[in-house]
Structure formats: C-alpha cells, structure tokens
C-alpha cells in the first residue's frame, strides 16, 4: 500500500496519460491498473485524476493573529484566572480591574511592572477617555 505523497505523485503522472487518451478502453485499463495499485475504488480515481480536482489544490498559508501578549503575562492571567476560581472571560475582566492591585500589594500576584502595563491593558484598568 502506497501512502498519500506517493499516491499523489502517482495520480498525476497517471492523470496525463488518462487526460491524452480517448478511447474507453486505454482509459479503462489506465483506471483498472491504478485501481489495482493504490488500492482506491474506481470513481474516487476517476474523481482524483479530472482535470480540476484536490490534486491540483496549493497549499494556503494560515495567517495568525499577531501575539500581544507574552508568557509571563499569560502567566499571571492564569493565576489570577486561578484565584478567582476558574470564571469565564467575560467575568474574568471585570474582576481583573476590581481586585487586581489589591493582588498585587498583597503579594499573591508577583510580577515586573512591564508585565503589570500589559496586564492592565488587558483588564482595561485605567480607561481612556
């Protein structure tokens, strides 16, 4: 048994020969050998080698969300999402801007003051007018 990559190189140089022929037979016994050799039914080959099919697909670059926040701000997300016994995110917020500093000069959330910026940018602490 082949594995997809080989399959696939297979099937294309297969699909010139099955494309340039016109007769019924040679593309029959085109099909009945890659039939026989990758082990795929019939109509899912004849599917694979058509002209516009997922052979021909490229694949897509995924574009992602640039990252705002670093580890240690997600750390110390995490243990005031902790803290605050597990809420969703929409409880989570309002929460962050309560009690927030009160964690902090209590001791129970240590962090730099660069990750409490962010941190606070995430919990919208000081708002803009």
Request: charged residues 35%; contains cysteine; proline residues 3%.
């Amino acid at each position: 048994m082949m594995d997809m990559h080989s399959r696939n190189q297979y099937l294309k140089q297969i699909r010139v020969e099955y494309l340039k022929t016109r007769s019924k037979k040679g593309r029959g016994s085109l099909l009945d050998e890659s039939e026989k050799r990758t082990g795929l039914n019939r109509k899912y080959l004849i599917r694979k080698i058509r002209v516009l099919s997922n052979l021909d697909k490229k694949k897509v670059k995924v574009r992602r969300r640039k990252q705002v926040y670093d580890g240690e701000v997600t750390t110390a997300l995490v243990k005031c999402w902790e803290i605050f016994d597990y809420p969703c995110g929409q409880r989570l917020k309002p929460l962050l801007s309560e009690e927030a500093k009160r964690l902090r000069r209590l001791g129970e959330l240590i962090c730099s003051d660069e990750v409490w910026d962010k941190l606070n940018q995430y919990a919208c602490l000081n708002p803009r007018p």
